[in-house]
Structure formats: C-alpha cells, structure tokens
C-alpha cells in the first residue's frame, strides 16, 4: 500500500503552507516532488531530497549549494519516518537560518498527518471487510469455513451476541448510512446494498421487542426531523447462531415487502405482527399457494362497484361480527347479508363459516402481497 501518495501530499503542503507562510515540497521515497506550493515543480526531482533518503538525516541547502544541485532552492530537506522507515521528505523553501527554528515542528506535523491517515485507512479497510462478512453472514448458503471465522475474530466480531436483522428502505441511503452509523453500538453491524441498508443490532436477550421499536422509531422520528429522510423499516426476530442472523435477515426483508403492500402508510413493520403474510409469501415462493389464489381475484372481476371485497374486508376486520360489519359499512343488516351470499354464490365459500372465511382471507393476503 502507497502510504504517502500525491493526494496526502498535497493536503500536508496545503495545510503547512497556510500556516507558515513559506513553500512547502513534499518528496516520495525516491525523491520524487509529489506535492508542492509551485505545481510546476510536481514530478520532477528534487536532490536535496535524494541526498536526505541517502544519509537519512536532514540536509540544509545555502544559496551557493541551489546552484551546484539540480532541481532545488535553498531550504531545509527532513526525512518523514513512519514505523521506523524514511517514507519521504519535506523541504522548506527559504533562508536556512530563518526557517531552521521550526523546520522540526513541520516535519512532526507530517509525520503525524502520515500517521492519522494510515490510521484512517486501516479503519475503513476494517470497515470493509466487516460489511463483506455482514454481507456473508446473511447471503451464504451452509456452513463458514474457519477463514471466516478468523477474519471475525480479528475484527473483533463476537457471535456469541444476540442479533436482530433489521432491513432499511430509504429515500437517501448515503445520508441514512452516515445517521445510523453515528448512533450504532460498537458490537452493531451495518451493511449497505444496492437497494437498502441492512443492520445487524445486537439486542437483550429478554424484551426484545420493546427494545427494537423504541430504536427503529427513533431512527424514523430522527431522520424525518434532521434530513426529511422518509424510511421503511422492516424487522426479523432474533434466532440462535449465524444461521439464525440469515434466517432474521430474510425475515427482515419479507416483512418489510409485506408491509409495504398491506399498510404502505407505516414506518415499521416487526415480524411478529406480519407473521401470517410472511409464511403466505415464503409458501408462494414455494409454489404452495395456487389453490387459495383464485377465490379473491374471481370475486374482484365479478365485483364490478367493489361492494363484495368492501363487506369481507369490513367481515374480516370486526372478527365476524355481522352487527360491526354493517355498522362500518353503513349498511342494514339484511343488505350485508345479501352481499355475503353473492360472495358465497361467485367464490364457493360461505364468509359466515370460519373455515370458509379463513379460505377467503388468505387468498385476500396472496392476491395484495403479489
């Protein structure tokens, strides 16, 4: 890895500059100028720099010597060390005798700049390679192998931590990553994908869910007031082990779908409350729901005003109770029932029967969740 590149460079001799008034060069371990208050100068090398990376001491350079050398100016040349090793130079341009009181100083302030920015670099490396073992985590199939593992180790990744999915639907991702990452625990995982933000929360073990709504509508109250950010949170249930982080994960995101095609109004959507839409989608995916599919679409095409669908939605809603019903609907009585024997007459189920009216409600779920 390239630790003192022209962009690092630039950003040292920029910052020096402004603060000491003098032209700054900064030169690479070849002696090469990769960074310089005279632009001109960018790619050409420079000796005096030569001569330091050499003897790996400072080198001063008087007005007699500028004009002996090729490619300098009078100045001071200190080598830039990181973990013991000569990384580059950095020359001050000047009267030696004027500009060697603080020489030091400007070479400790690259050598630091050097240090934070490897620093920097390791952590989003590490970064990374934690969203690449998120995105392993949830998207693999079988076992991890002990490479896996390590890596986790290293990165300090403890599995032994209870962990929720949490998939995140967003207006603005990047503004939506930066907020979540801010308020993240240092045991959380994030992970941004094409589509949507995935958090793995580490959570109670006891209560979960009273802790996850109070987070996520947290983070949809917080990101509607900082950024007007509008979110779609959808939320697994917590499962043992890495494959049950995978099994929360598709949770997550089935109940999210699902959400969104029932009550596209809502921010939240945990599992618990979506679980029956859930096993229906997971069951369709498996090809298992064909023989409930068509009562509801048949009573929609033969429902030309959309009084049908309204009274089982209204049947549905206040748990058979045909006095409800008829309330909601602000129908008599007798209108309702009629209504229920037309459904009864177009699908072959009888809403006034449990077990016809759960046939119904699920093919209702089937056909609004595709």
Excluded: C
């Excluded at 779908?257 to 989608?281: A, M, R, T």
């Amino acid at each position: 890895m390239e630790l003192l590149n022209k962009e690092l460079a630039q950003e040292i001799v920029d910052r020096t500059m402004g603060i000491i008034g003098k032209n700054i060069n900064i030169m690479d371990n070849q002696g090469v100028i990769i960074g310089s208050g005279d632009p001109k100068r960018i790619d050409d090398v420079h000796e005096g720099a030569v001569i330091v990376i050499k003897q790996g001491t400072g080198f001063e350079i008087t007005e007699e010597e500028a004009i002996r050398l090729h490619g300098v100016r009078p100045g001071i040349n200190l080598p830039i060390f990181f973990d013991g090793k000569i990384m580059g130079v950095i020359g001050i341009t000047g009267s030696p005798d004027e500009i060697r009181s603080f020489g030091e100083l400007v070479r400790m302030a690259a050598e630091l700049s050097l240090q934070q920015a490897v620093l920097m670099n390791e952590i989003q490396w590490d970064e990374r390679l934690k969203e690449e073992l998120v995105s392993q985590i949830i998207h693999s199939e079988g076992k991890h192998d002990s490479l896996f593992l390590e890596r986790a180790m290293r990165l300090g990744i403890d599995f032994e931590l209870a962990r929720t999915a949490i998939v995140i639907m967003t207006s603005d991702r990047k503004k939506t990553f930066g907020y979540l990452k801010s308020r993240l625990q240092k045991d959380d995982l994030i992970l941004m994908q094409h589509d949507n933000i995935v958090v793995l929360k580490v959570v109670p073990r006891d209560d979960i869910d009273h802790y996850i709504r109070k987070i996520t509508e947290a983070w949809l109250k917080g990101l509607k007031e900082n950024d007007n950010i509008q979110v779609k949170i959808g939320v697994g249930q917590y499962h043992e082990g890495l494959s049950g982080i995978k099994d929360s994960y598709r949770e997550a995101v089935l109940t999210l779908n699902s959400g969104l095609k029932l009550i596209p109004q809502h921010g939240i959507y945990l599992y618990e409350d979506y679980y029956l839409p859930v096993f229906l989608l997971s069951a369709a995916e498996k090809g298992l729901t064909e023989e409930l599919q068509p009562f509801y679409k048949n009573l929609k095409e033969k429902d030309l005003k959309g009084e049908l669908t309204e009274s089982l939605r209204a049947l549905i809603e206040t748990n058979s109770d045909m006095n409800k019903a008829s309330q909601k609907l602000f129908v008599h009585r007798n209108t309702l029932r009629y209504r229920l024997d037309k459904i009864t007459e177009i699908t072959g189920k009888d809403p006034r029967k449990t077990t016809d009216l759960l046939h119904l409600y699920l093919s209702f779920l089937i056909n609004e969740l595709e």
